[in-house]
């Protein structure tokens, strides 16, 4: 098997499909088989881009920046599931700014917490979750 190798080739190509998906990201699955029961990516994000906020009920999710800036904005959600039913319902708590030029490179999301993004400019994530992908 060939590695991955994460360079700008790689982020150039998955930057280039994210400014032309109407949703304005994409993802990159690190996995190498059909059995890992992880969730590992790279998720490349456009300034516009809108992310639900949503939490993870399961586990918890490690976000590390590779180049870019954007903000990971915390909520209080009236209970709701996993998606917030209404943004007019949320109360924003805080935000931790991701900019690796800054130094600041990631940030660690407890198991259900309710957070969404920011993107401020192009930016690059790398996202690991426990479990299988659970489509939404």
């Known amino acids: 098997m060939k590695p991955i190798e994460i360079d700008d080739n790689l982020l150039g190509a998955l930057h280039l499909q994210a400014a032309a998906s109407e949703r304005k990201r994409m993802n990159y699955d690190l996995r ?3 059995e890992d029961g992880s969730q590992r990516m790279l998720n490349a994000l456009e300034a516009g881009t809108e ?4 939490r993870h009920l399961e586990t918890s999710e490690t976000c590390v920046c590779l180049h870019g800036c954007m903000d990971v904005v915390f909520y209080e959600c009236p209970d709701a599931g996993p998606v917030a039913a209404s943004k007019t319902a949320m109360t924003e708590l805080h935000r931790v700014r991701l900019c690796p030029r800054e130094g600041r490179f990631g940030v660690q ?3 259900g917490a309710w957070h969404s993004v920011e993107v401020h400019e192009p930016s690059t994530i790398f996202e690991a979750k426990d479990g299988r992908y659970q489509p939404r």
């Not at 992310?51 to 949503?54: F, K």
């Open 109 to 111: 999301i407890p198991r």
């Open 32 to 34: 190498t088989t059909p």
């Open 51 to 54: 992310v639900p906020v949503h």
